[in-house]
């Protein structure tokens, strides 16, 4: 049945998106997926016959049968990664992420990939179907057949359910999609890593600088963030000592791209913001090397030498013609970088201003990737916690509060590349943050095996998964230090 010729309705016609649902029947099966998150979670907890149950399971037959009687029947069937009603694509709002990834983790656990209301339902019907399908044992290849049984044991014949459909070579293909991403990334980092460097080189030799690659690259990073910005944050985690200023430089990019991403940036503005941040601190190529590289504390004359390559590199990059129009708001975002925003940072200013949005972005992620980082003059880096919580430390007089607050949720309360030790006190390694804010404490982890020959990754697991009785699987303890355990974060995410 088509919905959008229904009398209700008229208005919508014309504005029916080219694929999924119109918003109001949207809405309405958005909601049923939420209802069946908490249905399958509450039941989890509480016994069929359990009072708490009951208002909840009023509202959520609300939403079945209204939707029931408006379309006739109703399918939500899974295939692939998505969830159809009624034959049309269901879009997922970004508060209904969570239910809808549980839902499809479930469901696929059990091997269920439909459930069909052919008519309007009871409470007693919807009760006993919850609990039915929580207690199928997982991945048993008969639970469709033994579930449509149970359903005609217990007089509930408007409930069919069909098994899960897996098409051949899906599950091959979208992990090779995914391989293949990883292996982009890793060459767009390691090649813009060689051509900052080779940019460098060249403006410290008082060569012409060749920055036209710079530029492709920062276009295919910011291709790869807007499609999956985990693979890109997770080389981050490679920190090469030697080569510090380069992969630095990079890193920062990634962090600016990401935080970009969430603010709405276009992709022209994320371009010129990679290419910022890739710049940054190309005013270093003109400070002597001993004053770089110097292990003890740098005397006054250094310092004044130092704080000037902010106003240095807003000069060469003016005079980087092959950079083609130069957007101003890049020239403001390198010299604002060491600004901070009581402005009591460099370099000095005549007259108060504010700190540009890029000078601010770059700030918060150079800052977090100079102290997570190892140097000639701090041999230990911060781990991933401690360098938030100094950050959060100065949030209102060095950085923009808001920011870090997007930053934050970018790298996760347990920030990717971190080691944690879980309540199995098994250890693993964060990969990703959760998408779902409230679910900050619950990324996704490679585990990893010790042994006498050294760690290996093992399987990756989401935090959030539960076990039948509804508890979490894995919890984290505490962040550890990987210095002291020996584990060389880079590794796995490569
Ligand atoms: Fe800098
Ligand atoms: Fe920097």
Do not use: C
């Given at each position: 049945m088509d919905i959008t010729h229904s009398s209700t309705e008229p208005e919508k016609v014309s504005q029916k998106p080219?694929?999924?649902?119109?918003?109001?029947?949207?809405?309405?099966?958005?909601?049923?997926?939420?209802?069946?998150h908490v249905l399958m979670r509450i039941s989890q907890?509480?016994?069929?016959?359990?009072?708490?149950?009951?208002?909840?399971?009023?509202?959520?037959?609300?939403?079945?049968?209204?939707l029931i009687k408006r379309e006739g029947a109703l399918s939500l069937k899974i295939v692939k990664d998505d969830f159809f009603l009624n034959e049309r694509r269901l879009r997922y709002s970004v508060e209904g992420f969570t239910s809808f990834k549980y839902l499809l983790t479930q469901w696929k656990k059990r091997l269920i990939g439909e459930v069909i209301f052919k008519s309007p339902v009871d409470e007693r019907m919807l009760r006993e179907f919850i609990y039915v399908l929580i207690n199928l044992e997982e991945g048993r290849e008969e639970n469709a057949t033994l579930f449509n049984e149970q359903l005609a044991s217990?007089?509930?014949?408007?409930?069919?359910?069909?098994?899960?459909?897996?098409?051949?070579?899906?599950?091959?293909?979208?992990?090779l999609q995914k391989e293949d991403q990883r292996e982009v990334g890793k060459k767009v980092f390691f090649e813009t890593i060689g051509t900052i460097k080779g940019v460098i080189t060249q403006i410290k030799s008082k060569q012409y600088a060749d920055v036209r690659k710079l530029k492709r690259l920062a276009q295919k990073a910011v291709h790869l963030v807007i499609e999956d910005e985990s693979i890109l944050l997770g080389m981050t985690t490679i920190k090469n000592y030697d080569e510090y200023t380069f992969n630095h430089s990079v890193n920062v990019s990634i962090y600016s791209l990401a935080m970009g991403k969430r603010l709405g940036f276009s992709k022209k503005a994320l371009t010129e913001l990679g290419i910022t941040a890739l710049l940054h601190d190309i005013g270093k190529s003109k400070i002597p090397r001993e004053i770089l590289n110097k292990p003890a504390s740098l005397?006054?004359?250094?310092?004044?030498?130092?704080?000037k390559h902010?106003?240095?590199?807003?000069?060469?990059?003016?005079?980087?013609?092959?950079?083609?129009?130069?957007?101003?708001?890049?020239?403001?975002?390198?010299?604002?970088?060491?600004?901070?925003?009581?402005?009591?940072?460099?370099?000095?200013?005549?007259?108060?201003?504010?700190?540009?949005?890029?000078?601010?972005?770059?700030?918060?992620?150079?800052?977090?990737?100079a102290m997570t980082t190892s140097r000639i003059y701090k041999k230990t880096p911060y781990t991933p916690e401690?360098?938030?919580?100094?950050?959060?430390?100065?949030?209102?007089?060095?950085?923009?509060?808001?920011?870090?607050?997007?930053?934050?949720?970018?790298?996760?309360?347990?920030?990717?590349?971190?080691?944690?030790?879980?309540?199995?006190?098994?250890?693993?390694?964060?990969?990703?943050?959760?998408?779902?804010?409230?679910?900050?404490?619950?990324?996704?982890?490679?585990?990893?095996?010790?042994?006498?020959?050294?760690?290996?990754?093992?399987?990756?697991?989401?935090?959030?998964?539960?076990?039948?009785?509804?508890?979490?699987k894995r919890n984290i303890v505490k962040t550890l230090d990987p210095d002291k355990y020996h584990i060389d974060i880079a590794k796995y995410f490569l």
């Open positions: 080219p694929e999924g649902m119109e918003s109001d029947l949207s809405k309405l099966a958005n909601n049923l997926v939420t209802k069946f907890i509480y016994d069929s016959k359990n009072i708490a149950l009951h208002q909840f399971i009023q509202e959520s037959l609300q939403t079945i049968n209204t217990r007089d509930i014949p408007s409930i069919e359910v069909n098994s899960l459909e897996v098409v051949e070579g899906e599950e091959e293909a979208f992990t005397d006054e004359e250094e310092w004044g030498m130092m704080k902010p106003l240095i590199g807003v000069e060469i990059v003016l005079n980087l013609k092959q950079l083609g129009e130069i957007n101003p708001r890049m020239v403001v975002g390198i010299f604002d970088h060491h600004l901070k925003s009581d402005l009591s940072g460099y370099p000095k200013l005549f007259r108060k201003k504010e700190v540009s949005l890029f000078g601010r972005i770059i700030q918060i992620a150079d800052s977090y990737d401690q360098a938030l919580a100094l950050l959060l430390r100065e949030r209102t007089v060095h950085f923009d509060p808001v920011l870090l607050k997007i930053f934050i949720g970018l790298v996760g309360i347990y920030p990717i590349g971190s080691l944690v030790l879980l309540n199995t006190r098994e250890l693993g390694i964060v990969y990703k943050p959760n998408h779902d804010p409230k679910w900050l404490d619950r990324p996704t982890v490679i585990m990893v095996a010790r042994s006498e020959k050294g760690d290996v990754k093992k399987e990756v697991v989401d935090l959030i998964e539960t076990d039948g009785a509804g508890r979490y």
